[in-house]
């Protein structure tokens, strides 16, 4: 081989590995982003929030900043009914207050703001939100049944709060007791906190799937979001991710009664695979895909416009360039992929497992890309 | 349940869910950090490197320099013997120079210059580094396999150059040709580069494990590796991380012939099973291990000490409170995990098959932490 | 002159040149830092802050957690006396509330919270806050007069809120109407805001210094102080550095009422001369002093340890090599600043008119630094 | 004044106080950035460089692709004539060579590149590099004045390097010998660097001055522009800007012979008054000018375009509502400025003093702004 040749097929060489650097998008802002999947909006919401008016730390006016900030689409305070601990201060005894502060303040802004209460009985059943009241003081009554019952005539989305909660399950396991069946049976509640705040749990996504309840994922935030889930320094606060026609109240509700739902926690979505799959295909764009000069290493770029790191596990029969099994399509940049097909093709089918997804307990999505080659 | 005691167990709850927040240690340099395994120093090396004594761009001190920044332990300046685009400025024949520049520069510092030199031949066989020479001169000769015979007459460790170059394999596919089967029974070359510049090759840590060859990886760096490798953005140089009894170029060679590596390449460790495993558990410190309040959920606080961050997958038989089965444990950071042991006990089991690494194509090695209660 | 000498000089010039780049220490966090001064402890105070139980929108100890944050050693809950937004509310009459939470929060931390209220009236008087008042409540009462002559037989030290604020002087000019005046004869108020918020204003600083009143600087939060001063990007609430004997109530007090402050506000110091021209010199160490080679240019290292940018301009003899007569020394860094003394001296004279810091309108003050060479 | 009122005027003044926060801009790449002034073009240039052909440490296509990460227009190799240390690696007597080299690789790209030459001599007259040649190899004579005679006929544009240098001039100060006379009296050199590398030097810019030489400044880099800059960290290489004609060699000759530059250095702008004006002027965009509500304060937004933080001192009779008379206008980024003017104008003047620029030593241009307000 002459020397002249080896110099340009190393250059070339340099060139083409040099160009494989992903390129990175613009830098993000905290407004959490992910796409529309087909037939659905998809709407960011966090349906578990408190305010002075129970023993959370800020007023209503403030929980609507935050998601604001946060880019969310729908909130619902939900305070306590029966638990005020600064009720010596605060006595007012209208339990929708937090929302009607909450309510106005946002009418300036496109967000929505759902009349929610947090029923607070000690375990069984613990705790429970009830969201699109009509009037959250009507379920202040003793009988916990006839409360659930009142959310139930008010046309209300039940879902159960924290099932792990340490403080009412000491070994953090969700299970159902007696009243929690009786309660099912009788429809009185529709879903369930898979995710709360800093927790996640297994027997609670298992509890969701055999129980075809909807998949919830909520801040409970009391103090602040930055601080409690270290927005500056990258974090997000856990919320719901709600598949619906529209943004509106109704069709919100259709949404979550229908469990077309994904909890979105620290990287990690959880959902039903009919939507999680979705949701991940939505995010990724091939940007181009080339077989570069006579080799048959195609090279696909794919931009991942979503806010979630996908973490993919190769199950293609094929081996890749520049990684082993498992790879990181990082948030809002483009990755370039190459991929040894061996010989040249129209067309490959790339399936993956989605490592940071999960539908049910260690169980994760597979999804599969179509790749055309220009 | 008294409102008084409710209060108390939520304040419990936010103060220990609060608690579980990452702790961030301080922030690290870009000098790469991976601890000692039993038995072994880790040394961070690099057998792959040119300068505009052949194809490469900078004067060999610059790439001390870079070395140095980047921390590492022992360098190879590796220039063509067969390759010299810039002969026309750079006619001097002597291809021991570029060693030899480096090496009195990097005399003021705690780094080791192994003289080296890269035999360049279209393929078969391609590409090899020969390492620990007496006289790189003595390499150049018409005759492959001379080339090679005076590599091992002087003593040098020999691995094969990007077995998966698309220049040389349009495939971009590892594979033996007669030639090498040759070269191998003549015990001329002794490793095998998995990952070169920005690629990483499967099939090449397959015929690493099927030929018993040292598993190398390299940066191969022509331009600046600050650019290359995107450093300023988080990136790493590739690295071999080499397992000696000490610091010295008797040490590291012996380790080489003895195929004690890990390649260190875009938060992937590749290695045979018997180092890899040990440097993972070296990284990681329980840094304390408890049952809050009266809970069974163990919580346990790990520091990764290691540059990389270590994707894991649980293999025990518990769940996590803040996880599903897939996590990371970020790099220089402690992390908390919450694990649900059903019973209090005094020491906990903890597999994790580890993501992020690879013993053979597609096979991530398996860790166990043994957690002693306090 | 021979090639070889040449060498060495090249050499000499670049490693000397090399070395001049600043050090950069460790990163730092929220947490404002300021130099004791001699005789004083420089304490960080916010004396005007407000919650719910006013205009605000947090609770008290959201308050306490931000100053903790932000390192400070003293604050005040400072609500409004007369007028309070969220009375349908929170309709507890004891204006004494924010300080009682705030103050039984804080009892678990290093933090001094002072019992304060803002006497809320139209201009004129305005706002003005009374701080180590015995009972807040007691200040409720129709005449203006009264309600400061209350806070003077508590024994409170009064200041006049952000007197340039538009809403009240659209012109935004601090002047004194006869009211202030006659308040003023009679001793019922002792400082004033030079800084309100986000605004400074030199017409309240000339009031300062005219009428002896003490130099005040405050948040006056309503919000939440990590967004209104963008603390994520790198902002800072404003303060009021106080000089005290001690962290103790009578210490601030004693120093309140002796005008020993200094406000700090957007990286400018605002103060008397006798305690800026201390607090300056306190913040700046000298690590080294050299005479490198033969060179009669002065190498001297100095370290800022406070949170200013300190911006300097040089009113020496002597020019400096690598900065014209305006300079910057970083916070927290330590720069190297090279001073052409034309001889070697012992010891050099360097005064600075200090930019980023005011004694009164458009008057910077001075320092001098006093460097022995090594 | 009744409480609803009051509570609007709070709401109002919190919201057109919030409102007054610097927007920040996308954030900006290592690409150096100034706009044009009226009637020239603004360019980025670099006239010394080294390579490994003399002492620098990189092969000149490294220099083109620094020079293109940094957004310049124009660079020149000057290596030294008489200084070779890698000579007996580079023996190649032709002093072209790096421009050759550099040339070529450019030809790619938008970027000049200008044929140029170190003159390196003891002192007096110590190095001088000449650009514009058209054979660096004929001013290799012995005799000092026959090189520069020989630049001459070349038509070189010629500049006195460094003539603070310590290794040269021990007490750092600039100054002209005899012999320096002699060349400028016969027209031998044209300019004068009052920035090399990481030095500036006053008594530099005094003699450009008093001699009509052009004022320059210069990488002189030797090592990688990143690493002695600081670039990741946010410096940034000193560079000549030059306002031409057009961006041709030819218009920049012109350009410099006509003394139409400006040093840029550590954000420190250093030219002639008649050019320094127009920059910071063109640099500067009023974005908006307003008065709020019913105030008299000015409500002015300011884009700064360029690369430089300018620290203005005010020159008005006016005060700020938010400044001292000492303030920032961060680069690329809007800062609104208020400014109470004491009664509603249709217009508003603001001289400004600009701190980090000098157009002669101790000695800040003045610029003024002139608003129309809406």
């Not at 049976?185 to 369930?192: A, P, S, T, Y």
């Not at 979001?225 to 991710?241: A, C, K, N, Y």
Request: hydrophobic letters at 40%; proline letters at 5%.
């Amino acid at each position: 081989m002459k020397k002249q040749t080896l110099f340009f097929l190393l250059l070339a060489a340099c060139i083409s590995l040099n160009a494989q650097t992903p390129e990175h998008s613009h830098s993000h802002g905290r407004k959490i982003e992910f796409p529309d999947i087909p037939g659905y909006r998809t709407l960011k919401c966090d349906f578990h929030i408190h305010t002075v008016f129970s023993d959370g730390n800020v007023w209503p006016t403030i929980r609507v900043e935050e998601a604001l900030k946060d880019g969310l689409d729908a909130i619902s305070m939900t305070d306590h009914i029966e638990y005020q601990p600064h009720k010596d201060d605060i006595p007012h005894p209208d339990r929708n207050r937090s929302f009607e502060i909450a309510k106005r303040f946002a009418e300036a802004y496109d967000i929505l703001v759902i009349r929610g209460s947090e029923i607070t009985r000690s375990m069984p059943p613990g705790h429970f939100n009830a969201i699109f009241l009509e009037d959250a003081n009507k379920l202040k009554v003793e009988d916990v049944f006839e409360s659930f019952r009142e959310a139930k005539r008010q046309g209300a989305y039940v879902f159960w709060n924290h099932p792990n909660w340490t403080a009412q399950r000491p070994d953090g396991i969700t299970r159902f007791d007696d009243l929690h069946l009786q309660l099912l049976k009788e429809g009185l509640f529709q879903g369930i906190e898979v995710v709360n705040d800093i927790t996640y749990s297994d027997e609670s996504l298992q509890m969701a799937l055999e129980n075809n309840l909807t998949i919830m994922g909520t801040s409970d935030i009391h103090g602040l979001v930055d601080w409690q889930f270290e927005v500056p320094e990258g974090g997000h606060r856990p919320i719901t991710l709600v598949m619906a026609t529209g943004k509106t109240p109704e069709s919100i509700k259709e949404a979550l009664l229908a469990g077309r739902t994904i909890a979105w926690f620290n990287n990690l979505l959880i959902g039903k695979e009919e939507y999680v799959k979705p949701l991940v295909m939505a995010s990724l764009k091939i940007k181009s895909a080339t077989y570069p000069g006579k080799t048959s290493v195609a090279r696909i770029e794919i931009e991942n416009t979503s806010d979630a790191d996908l973490q993919l596990r190769n199950q293609s029969p094929y081996t890749f360039h520049a990684n082993s099994d498992v790879l990181t399509l990082k948030s809002h940049e483009v990755t370039t992929l190459e991929v040894k097909t061996l010989e040249r093709k129209d067309s490959i089918e790339l399936p993956f497992e989605v490592l940071n997804a999960v539908v049910a307990p260690n169980l994760h999505p597979s999804i599969q890309l179509t790749v055309k080659m220009e």
